[in-house]
């Protein structure tokens, strides 16, 4: 980890503090779409943390308006291929620059965390028991699978994860009627069932839909649960955040904008 020793309590350099997340997000072993690690320069010292799932003109305004140094992200801003800073584009990057705002962005290495991730997140709220790697993406897996700790019907499971998301889950009960063994795969995972099929999982729980996928949880017979992309993707940036107030002493937000998908 970086040698923070030199900054004031409840401070620290943009660049100290970068190299610990890489670090602690073990960034440079994950093949990914997405460009992880700091995405935009600001500030160099970081004093107040924001977090969202998103990276948008009002997550990147919001997060300026509330004393931000530094955005943390799941969703950043660049991915895979380059862009004209033009359009909207060229408007989220000078709202980062005007506000002097730092943006990190972690997306493959947020969901597969076992500490702060998505998908561990989701598995401890839950309280699985005798978890192991599931859904494996660019040779990593990202997601969590276990068993509960009791049998549940299918709608009471349903009812759980709503109360945890906040999310009205959309139901595919191609399973049988009770819930013990899951598989979790936060965002978009519907292509998971064949996975969670041949590890004898009885449900996979994941965020939106995908419609060449709907078919396969009735074949495969699996119940699958959406519970919606944003809202199983809420925990990570929200449990990172915390960890660096426990770390640094830096006070953080979460910055909610729904997308409703």
């Given amino acids: 980890m970086s040698d923070v020793s030199m900054n004031r309590p409840g401070e620290v350099r943009r660049d100290d503090l970068v190299a610990w997340l890489n670090d602690y997000l073990q960034v440079s072993t994950f093949k990914d779409v997405s460009l992880n690690g700091l995405q935009i320069e600001g500030t160099d010292i970081i004093r107040r ?46 709202t980062a620059i005007q506000a002097d705002l730092n943006l990190y962005a972690s997306h493959l290495p947020l969901d597969a965390h076992a500490e702060v991730g998505n998908n561990a997140m989701m598995a401890r709220a839950l309280s699985l028991t005798g978890t192991m790697p599931f859904a494996e993406v660019a040779g990593k897996q990202i997601g969590v699978a276990g068993e509960l700790p009791f049998e549940l019907s299918l709608q009471d499971f349903a009812d759980r994860i709503q109360k945890l998301t906040g999310e009205i889950c959309l139901v595919h009960s191609g399973g049988g009627p009770t819930v013990r063994r899951v ?72 910055l909610h904008h729904p997308t409703g998908l």
């Fill in 49 to 94: 943390v924001a977090a969202s799932v998103d990276t948008s003109v009002k997550t990147l305004q919001h997060a300026a308006d509330s004393g931000a140094d530094i955005l943390l992200v799941h969703h950043g801003l660049f991915w895979g291929r380059p862009l004209p800073i033009t359009g909207p584009h060229y408007q989220r990057v000078r």
């Fill in 183 to 254: 598989g979790i795969c936060s965002g978009e995972g519907s292509d998971r069932v064949a996975e969670a099929a041949a590890l004898g999982l009885d449900t996979l729980l994941t965020g939106e839909p995908a419609h060449k996928h709907f078919n396969d949880a009735f074949e495969y017979g699996i119940n699958v649960v959406f519970a919606g992309h944003y809202e199983t993707e809420v925990f990570g940036v929200r449990a990172l955040a915390a960890k660096l107030e426990d770390h640094f002493g830096l006070p953080w937000q979460f």
